[in-house]
């Protein structure tokens, strides 16, 4: 139901969802019920959960899709950066602060939306920095960096 409200426009991308509390009274659902939905619609894109006691924002799912192929290309890249100054993954989850399951999910793609810190974490530990670029281009690392 909150998917077709939001698919019909009543909620445009970039409003606020109301409440968890106002969606529990007029759905007439149970709390988890309505946390769970807020969590499956966010991991399909559809809504940005900032954290408690935050409301949950609807995303723009063009803007979704563009950023998730513009990480994409930057994991990718990031990738081919590691495997050419020579550091397995295990060395960089420990240069990067970042668990070895996390890098191998990173580079493998299992993990779509992994997240702004975890990319600027892995790459900091390669010595690149992340070129912040429009939404209609792609983006790029000034790498690469000779290993210390």
Sequence with gaps: M?????????F???SDLPSQRELVAS????????????HLLAEAGHVYLPGRGHSARVVDPDAAVRQSAQCSTVV????????RSGYSQRELAALSGLSQ????ELETGVTHSPGLGVVT????ALGAR????PDDQS??????????
């Design 76 to 83: 990718a890249e990031l990738t081919a950066l590691r495997r």
């Design 2 to 10: 909150l998917r077709a409200d939001i698919a019909a426009g009543r």
């Design 101 to 104: 399951s996390q890098v191998c």
């Design 27 to 38: 759905f007439g659902a149970a709390r988890p019920t309505v946390t769970r939905a807020l």
């Design 139 to 148: 983006p790029a690392t000034d790498g690469p960096h000779p290993r210390p």
């Design 12 to 14: 445009p991308p970039g």
């Design 130 to 133: 992340l070129a912040v670029v």
């Design 121 to 124: 974490r892995y790459a900091a």
